[in-house]
Structures are given as structure tokens and as C-alpha cells.
């Protein structure tokens, strides 16, 4: 994965796994986990703290040539996390029967 232009590995997933984010769940720990979140929240706001929205970055994916401005990153991430908090409150919703308002 890339962040401003440096190469960074991935936190969870391996050559031989690529899905052990999701399948290797073991060895979860919670409390560890989130600290890895903020850490990486922290280093992906470093790697653009200087840059603008419509710079140009390389982007991870199938096509090693790719890349994406800032501003595209950020309303995909905005994205993700609307995405996965709806799943999450799904799953709530199924464990105490409220519906969110």
C-alpha cells in the first residue's frame, strides 16, 4: 500500500493470505486492535498533512500503475466507513431488537 508516496506494508494481511484480516481471527485482540487503527490513522494523516485534494498518489490495487487523487481517497474511505458502520448497526439491531432512528 502506498501513503504519500512511501511503501507500506499491510498490517494483517500476508503473501500467503491475503484475507487474514478477516480470516485469521484467533488471535484477535480488541484493545490491540484499535491501537493499531490509531496508528494508522495517525500515519495516513501525516502522509497527506502537506498535500491538496487534487494531487495525485498511487493507489493500491490490482494495477500496480494506478493512481488517485486525494480527494477521491477520502470520499471512498467516507464511503467505507458509512458502509461498514450500516453493516455494523444491521448486526446490532439483530442482537437488541432496537431500530436506529
Not at 72 to 87: C, D
Request: charged letters at 35%; one cysteine or more.
Amino acid at each position: 500500500m502506498h501513503a504519500g508516496n512511501e511503501q507500506i506494508g499491510f498490517e494483517y494481511c500476508t503473501d500467503d493470505n491475503e484475507c487474514a484480516d478477516f480470516d485469521d481471527l484467533d488471535e484477535a485482540d480488541a484493545p490491540a486492535d484499535l491501537e493499531t487503527f490509531r496508528r494508522e490513522v495517525e500515519a495516513a494523516s501525516a502522509a497527506v498533512r502537506d498535500k491538496e485534494l487534487e494531487d495525485v498518489v498511487a493507489s493500491r490495487g490490482h494495477d500496480p500503475e494506478r493512481t488517485r487523487n486525494i480527494r477521491w481517497i477520502y470520499l471512498h474511505m467516507i464511503e467505507e466507513y458509512a458502509r461498514h458502520n450500516g453493516y455494523a448497526d444491521l448486526i446490532r439491531e439483530c442482537i437488541d431488537g432496537e431500530v436506529g432512528s
